[in-house]
């Protein structure tokens, strides 16, 4: 059932994002989807095969948008930003940074390196599941040109 509220939640987001990003109106479902999938690819990951290790989660949620991003944009012929972008916002570690900061200001700044130190990781690994996912499919197509 979380997984559920976890799913259309993220829907919500991405497509609200989607919305400030302006996408297009009749893409707009799609981003949600693209937001709903890298999600509960990463709380699906996290809580069942990497036993709560956020960073890897982060990855393979991120590998997951880029992918059916990738599917989207070749189907209905759109660019690839446009579901990507909206689709990684719920994955963007927004509440870690935010106790970043907040640790910062209250000067308690071994908190605050723990937390800066997981953000960087997290967002790292949403920058690298993107990029890998991206490779991978130039490297599919670049073999189904081939033959």
């Known amino acids: 059932m979380t997984y559920v509220i ?26 949600g ?4 999938v890298g999600w509960l690819v990463f709380l699906a990951s996290r809580d069942l095969l ?17 992918i059916v991003a990738h599917l ?3 189907r209905y012929r759109t660019p690839m930003i446009i579901f990507s972008v909206a689709g990684i916002i719920p994955l ?19 908190a605050a390196t723990v937390h800066a130190m997981e953000v960087f990781m997290v967002s790292g690994s949403i920058a690298m599941g993107l990029v890998f996912a991206e490779v991978i499919i130039q490297l599919i197509f670049k073999k189904r040109k081939t033959t």
């Open 50 to 66: 990497l036993e709560g290790d956020a960073v890897k989660a982060s990855f393979l949620g991120a590998f997951a948008v880029a």
């Open 72 to 74: 989207f944009s070749k």
């Open 33 to 36: 989807f693209v937001g709903a």
């Open 6 to 31: 976890h799913g259309i939640f993220s829907f919500l987001a991405s497509t609200m994002f989607g919305i400030i990003f302006n996408s297009p109106r009749n893409r707009l479902l799609h981003c």
């Open 92 to 110: 963007v570690p927004g509440g870690t940074a935010y106790n970043t900061m907040r640790n910062v200001m209250e000067k308690n700044y071994d």
